[in-house]
């Protein structure tokens, strides 16, 4: 394997000089930077790149924090910032929270000694401690979908609060005289506010009752718990909003196990847009965020700021979209 010796040797010039020439840094005439870019090429180096970030104090290199990549939304999110990261020579990282702060204060450690020149944050436990040590370490962050409710970052999320409401009337509109929820961990401030945009709704309906909102998790399995939890309190719940489709997803198993005709007896609504949800039967309507869109702006945002390029706006929120399928209308002619 060549190293940085045997290309200085080739070229004629000094380490230093192949230094400069590697890093961009310092002056070197063209006719020189020519002749290492061909020894370069004829002998095959490949830098170090530990050793290079470090002379430049960057690694070209971004941390995506997730609370779990087994949820689909997570992992369009990832492939999104890596196809953005690509296209300005940045890697991504992967680090999976699994939902529990002591792992991912274990990650904001490690990733701070590997010197990570950024961190995309997708996780609920992010505290505002925590934003505030990096930001006086100077650590360029930007949190995506769950942000903390105190801290300066920037943040890019979709409007959880307004699709909430959009998928409470349309399961209105569909017919339904009384619809429960089922939330995710209220510690996510986007269950959170769709929780609320659940209720926004709810409360000005003569069925409304905290018993027609049950936890189910953020997952499949919370979501086939709570639908058997909701329709024990209310046999006569006909309209369902899960707050996100893995939820929405395992509320379907759950009723067509008890025997519950989708969405003649029981209409359905999701929330986020994955694919999981057109592969169900019925195909699942949900309230689609622009998760590659989102995780797209949120990678720009965090290179511009590693980059040192001035940033005005810190929040931007995404506009989100009923999708209206078969768990909530029957198709014409059947």
């Not at 999110?77 to 929270?97: F, K, P």
């Not at 961190?119 to 942000?147: E, G, H, K, Q, W």
């Not at 953020?218 to 006569?236: C, S, T, W, Y």
């Not at 489709?245 to 986020?272: E, H, N, Y």
Request: with cysteine; aromatic share 6%; charged share 25%.
């Amino acid at each position: 394997m060549s190293t940085i010796r045997d290309v200085a040797k080739l070229a004629g010039v000094s380490v230093a000089t192949v230094s400069r020439v590697l890093n961009k840094s310092g002056y070197v005439n063209k006719e020189t930077e020519r002749a290492v870019k061909e020894a370069i090429d004829l002998l095959q180096y490949v830098p170090n790149t530990v050793a290079r970030g470090l002379a430049i104090k960057r690694m070209e290199t971004i941390a995506l924090v997730v609370p779990d990549i087994s949820n689909p939304f997570f992992a369009e999110l990832g492939r999104a910032a890596e196809d953005i990261a690509r296209t300005y020579g940045y890697s991504i990282i992967l680090c999976n929270s699994d939902n529990e702060m002591d792992k991912e204060q274990s990650y904001i450690t490690m990733l701070k000694k590997r010197y990570v020149d950024g961190i995309l944050f997708a996780t609920s436990t992010l505290r505002t401690a925590d934003v505030n040590m990096m930001n006086s370490a100077n650590i360029p962050l930007v949190v995506l979908d769950r942000a903390p409710r105190e801290g300066t970052c920037y943040v890019v999320r979709s409007k959880n609060y307004d699709g909430a409401r959009l998928a409470v009337q349309h399961l209105l509109d569909e017919g339904c005289k009384k619809i429960a929820h089922i939330y995710g961990p209220q510690a996510a401030p986007t269950a959170m506010e769709r929780l609320q945009g659940y209720e926004a709704i709810a409360k000005e309906q003569n069925w409304y009752s905290p018993s027609l909102m049950a936890d189910g998790g953020f997952n499949i399995k919370g979501g086939m718990e709570a639908v058997a939890q909701l329709l024990e309190r209310h046999p006569d719940i006909d309209g369902i909003f899960a707050g996100n489709d893995l939820m929405a997803v395992g509320a379907l198993k759950q009723l067509q196990r008890m025997g519950k005709s989708i969405p003649d007896q029981i209409k359905l609504c999701g929330f986020d847009g994955i694919e999981l949800s057109q592969i169900t039967e019925p195909e699942i309507t949900t309230i689609a965020q622009p998760i590659y869109n989102m995780g797209a702006l949120a990678t720009r945002l965090l290179i511009k700021k590693i980059e040192g390029v001035q940033i005005e706006e810190q929040n931007y929120e995404f506009d989100v979209e009923l999708i209206v399928r078969g768990s909530t209308r029957r198709e014409r002619g059947s």
